[in-house]
């Protein structure tokens, strides 16, 4: 891993670490739940359309299980981490 500098984020009552680096953006999704991670994509500038697009989902499926609408998969929040984790490289 490249150079990094850890940041805190409260999203809620919960805390959360975030390194990010030059080559390296790493977060750490521990029992985060879609409205944290809503929260947390807000906050961090992502567009939902643009993370739905590389997960390979529809904006508005996306847009339901972010909003608690519908359960996310197994496997949702690394997901979304493999896609920060790309889109720093």
Known sequence: ?????????????KLFFIF???DDYMLYFLNMDSG???TLLKKLG???KWIADKI???PAYF????NGHRKPPPGFNKS???IL???NQ
């Open 63 to 66: 847009s339901m299980m972010i």
């Open 36 to 38: 944290e991670i809503k």
């Open 20 to 22: 990010v680096g030059v």
């Open 56 to 58: 390979g989902l529809s």
């Open 85 to 87: 984790k790309q889109r």
């Open 1 to 13: 891993m490249g150079a990094y500098v850890q940041r805190e984020l409260i999203v809620g009552d």
């Open 46 to 48: 992502i567009k939902h």
């Open 80 to 82: 979304i981490l493999n």
